[in-house]
């Protein structure tokens, strides 16, 4: 069975400084995506980033990248200069790439930011 | 536009209630699916459906039965409402070859 695992339940960084997010996977295929999601207080889900295991290259979008590792099946975010917005609980997720996507997700890290 | 739309976004209903959340996306995707996020923001799959037909259905008790009358609607009824059953319901689409999943705005539940 495929688990993601956020060992950080709870973050804080400084506006305008980076914070790293960690998330780690376990699975047994090969080929797949990962994901980070946000969600503010608003409730809803919004994609932030998305990545897939063939490709070496960390996905970036803007002020958000990952490190991924697919050796160690980690999967970490980093966003950097860091504004007020940018409080929200991220998940991380897991799709087995299959033609029928089906998420499977972290417990979620609660990310503050101070001003 | 919405993308992905729910209604209602809150439902407060007694225990032994039947009660129906309806779903819609516009966005011509193959792939919904029902997600439930519980009290500690765990988010878990409930169900998914491909060209109106039930592809997954994790071990999510009988009382709750999708219904998806077309591609674009994938609406989910509960029967016998239970205290345990107050959370957050998320519906979702994607297209077939894109994982990437678009979430609703999620309809919060709580049965009282």
């Known amino acids: 069975a495929q688990t993601v695992t956020q060992s950080q339940p709870e973050m804080s960084v400084q506006e305008a400084e980076t914070v790293t997010l960690s998330c780690t996977y376990d699975?047994?295929?090969?080929?797949?995506?990962l994901f980070w999601y946000k969600q503010p207080p608003s409730r809803q889900m919004i994609l932030v980033i998305r990545?897939?295991?063939?490709?070496?290259q960390n996905a970036t979008e803007n002020r958000f990248s990952v490190n991924f590792q697919k050796a160690a099946k980690s999967f970490s975010l980093k966003i950097s200069d860091s504004q007020l917005g940018d409080a929200a609980m991220y998940f991380c997720a897991y799709d087995r790439g299959s033609t029928l996507g089906r998420l499977y997700f972290g417990r979620g890290t609660q990310l503050t930011v101070w001003p | 536009d919405t993308a992905v739309s729910q209604t209602p976004k809150y439902l407060v209903t007694q225990m032994g209630n039947d009660k129906s959340i309806k779903c819609e996306q516009n966005l011509g995707h193959d792939t919904m699916y029902w997600y439930k996020q519980d009290s500690k923001k765990f988010l878990k799959i409930m169900f998914s459906?491909?060209?109106?037909?039930?592809?997954i259905n994790e071990t999510v008790p009988n009382r709750f039965s999708p219904k998806s009358p077309d591609k674009a609607h994938l609406n989910l009824h509960i029967n016998s409402l239970e205290l345990g059953d107050s959370a957050v319901y998320f519906c979702?689409?994607?297209?077939?070859?894109?994982?990437?999943?678009?979430f609703g705005q999620g309809t919060r539940l709580t049965v009282v």
């Open positions: 459906y491909n060209n109106k037909e039930l592809i």
């Open positions: 979702a689409s994607s297209q077939e070859l894109n994982t990437e999943a678009f």
């Open positions: 699975t047994s295929e090969s080929d797949y995506y």
């Open positions: 990545q897939e295991a063939y490709k070496q």
